[in-house]
Every structure is written in C-alpha cells, then in structure tokens.
C-alpha cells in the first residue's frame, strides 16, 4: 500500500477537477476535463471521467494503468439519484473506488466539522447548513425542478424572458434582442435549442449576462435581482442562527457576495477548503 496514490475528483455541471496525492497527502497531480453529471447525461460524463483520470495521472509523471492499485473518492454531480453511483463504479480502474454526490465532498471541504452555511453555486447548486452537528440542506434537484440562483437557471431565465419579450408579453431588452438574433429572431429555433440543451449550455451564457447587468440592462439585471433574492430567502430556510459564518462558492456564487443584504455580507467568509480537498478527507477517513 505504500505505494498507493488517493485520486479524487470534483465533477460538476461544466467541468471536472481532479488530483492524486501520496499516502502522506501531497499532491502529484492535478487535471481538469469537461463536465460530469450522471443524471443529466451518464454516458458522456462516465467518458470525460476516464479522460481526466488518464490526464491526472499523466500530470502527475505516472503510466495511468497505475491506478489499478489506488484508492479514489470521486464527488459527482447526480451521483445521489437512483443508482446512477453504483453503476458508475465499475467502470473505474481503482482498486478501490466510492463515487457519492459532490455536495458530500462539498461539505467535507468547506464546512469539515464546524458549523456554518455553504451555498454552493456553479452550472447547478445546493445549500446547506451545519449547526451543533445537526445538517440542514436544501436544493440541488437539477434545472427542472430547482438549481436556483445557477448558472444554468440565470441562462434558462433569460431564454424565457426572451420569449416572452419576442411575444410582448414583456418589454425586451439589449440582451433579449442579441439572444433573438443569435437564433435568426425565429423563437421556434430557440425552444429547439433549449430543448437540447445542457446545463452546461445554458451555463455558458453567465459571462454575457452579467456583463448585461453591469451595462444597466433591464432583464439581466431584473433576474439577478430575483436571484439574489431567492438565494437570501433559501439562506434563511437552512440558517441555524445568526453566528454561523457563510461560504459562497462555485463560479456563480462569488458574483453575488457584494450584492447579499448587509446582514449576510456581514457573515461571509473565505472557505479554507473545496471539493476536492474535502474528497482527500473523506478518503483519508476511509482508508
């Protein structure tokens, strides 16, 4: 066993991370590679999975059959629902391999044992808060029935504030107007397209819209307000008391930090952990 390397990954709705570490825990290794999200598309994120583990233990200056005596903690978006874990597993070439949701390794990263709250907010999101050793969660459902405040949601949102401004039933905007063009101002080419799409899709489109904002544009800025909104009213919901520090993070996550009530700007802080190191942590316990 000694020597055995940890390879854990952090997978998500746009990309996936990765690294290998020694036993003594320092790091190798480190790859990223396009998304993964088991219940969005199994298939695809099974295939960018095997790319980044050949990628990381490249990086790391090792033939990647070598894996066939690691251990692996692997966090991945879907990875809860159904048995869409199980069937991942062996697929795998560790000698040992957990694949679980990456909210666990989330949690595992940020909060650790202490309290606190943890608003995760990429391609998709999750909430949650730890009080006295207690978990409150809420979210993390996908982009159907729930991932508010992402970055697919922000992308969604303005695909049907679109629409409705091409049917006026709303006034449109800048941003409205480009998107419209983008698709030949033929909606049908528009819902076409969002029928296909991915979270990663509709993700992709986050740049634009903030940059909307900045610029003073009406859409973009109404739905970040009710986004920004809706998250300090799901902060409430999962909050265990006024003390507790509050983590915002993932690609989306940070944007809101300045625009949050006082009262939560107040209570945030930096996170001292992520994913991944939460998935060393969770693998460290493990073995």
């Known amino acids: ?35 993964a999200n088991l219940t969005s598309d199994f298939e695809a994120s099974c295939h960018h999975v095997l790319e980044i583990i050949v990628a990381t233990y490249n990086a790391a200056g090792l033939p990647p059959e070598t894996s066939s ?19 991942m597993e062996p697929f795998l070439p560790f000698a040992n391999a957990t694949v679980m949701s990456d909210r666990q390794i989330s949690i595992a990263g940020v909060l650790g044992d202490a309290d606190g709250i943890l608003a995760q907010i990429g391609t998709g999101s999750f ?18 029935l729930g991932d508010e405040c992402s970055g697919a949601w922000l992308g ?39 029928n296909c799409a991915t979270p990663q899709n509709f993700a992709n489109m ?22 920004v909104s809706d998250l300090e009213h799901i902060l409430q919901a999962v909050s265990g008391g006024p003390n507790q520090p509050l983590y915002l993070c993932g690609g989306v996550g940070v944007h809101y930090a300045q625009m949050l009530a006082p009262a939560w700007r107040a209570r945030l ?17 493990q073995l």
Do not use: N
């Not at 909430?127 to 982009?143: I, K, M, N, P, Q």
């Not at 986050?206 to 986004?227: E, K, N, Q, W, Y």
């Open 69 to 87: 005596r690691d251990k692996a903690v692997l966090g991945i978006a879907g990875a809860e629902f159904g048995d869409t874990a199980r069937r």
């Open 269 to 285: 802080a930096e996170a001292q952990g992520d994913g991944l190191s939460g998935a060393l942590r969770i693998a460290q316990a």
């Open 206 to 227: 986050v740049p634009d819209i903030l940059a909307a904002a900045v610029a003073g544009d009406s859409i973009a800025g109404a739905i970040i307000t009710r986004a």
């Open 127 to 144: 909430f949650v808060s730890r009080t006295g050793g207690r978990l409150v969660e809420a979210g993390g459902w996908g982009l159907t």
């Open 1 to 35: 066993m000694s020597d055995s390397q940890i390879f854990v990954l952090d997978g998500g709705g746009s990309s996936c991370r990765a690294a290998l570490y020694g036993m003594d825990g320092r790091e190798i290794g480190r790859a990223t590679g396009d998304f």
């Open 156 to 194: 969604r949102e303005v695909l049907r504030a679109s629409l409705r401004a091409h049917d006026g039933v709303d006034p449109g905007s800048h941003l409205t107007s480009q998107i419209l063009a983008s698709h030949d101002h033929d909606p049908q080419a528009l819902v076409l397209y969002a």
